[in-house]
């Protein structure tokens, strides 16, 4: 019997993998409530034969971690939607996102008892932008935070 293999909704996810480092532009919000500026290191990398992509994530200040997280995104079968996995240091459950790509954008939304959450990745030349907005009703979006990422190496 022959194994399955990842589909071009996987091999799409690929242009995320490796080692990318930029800087983060943190709104004001209740976490942050003056805002700030803060540097970034993001490490994706294939994983279960390829069908998924692993994302080990710090955030920086003054060269000390003040956030980190660990992501799985992955394709659903049966929908063919992308979906990311997503714990992070506030200690919660995890998040589950889920979205597929528009173009060269990748928009992710996930619904907690804090909010709606949505997330995008959009890839550039360069690198690429990705932006975290927060909603109350999933109508209105406040940006939570907006970073640019460039290939480390």
Do not use: C
């Amino acid at each position: 019997m022959a194994m399955p293999q990842p589909n071009e909704h996987h091999h799409r996810l690929t242009a995320l993998a490796g080692t990318w480092v930029g800087q983060e532009h943190m709104h004001p919000s209740p976490w942050v409530p003056e805002g700030s500026v803060a540097d970034a290191r993001i490490v994706n990398h294939r994983g279960a034969g390829g069908f998924v992509l692993a994302q080990d994530y710090e955030q920086r200040r003054d060269g000390e971690v003040v956030f980190s997280g660990h992501g799985v995104f992955w394709i659903d079968p049966s929908s063919g939607e992308v979906r990311l996995s997503w714990w992070d240091a506030m200690g919660m459950a995890p998040n589950e996102f889920r979205g597929r790509w528009d173009g060269d954008q990748l928009v992710l939304r996930t619904q907690s008892p804090m909010g709606h959450t949505r997330a995008s990745w959009v890839l550039t030349a360069e690198g690429y932008a990705h932006t975290m907005e927060m909603s109350q009703d999933g109508e209105q979006w406040k940006v939570l935070m907006e970073g640019s990422y460039r290939r480390e190496g």
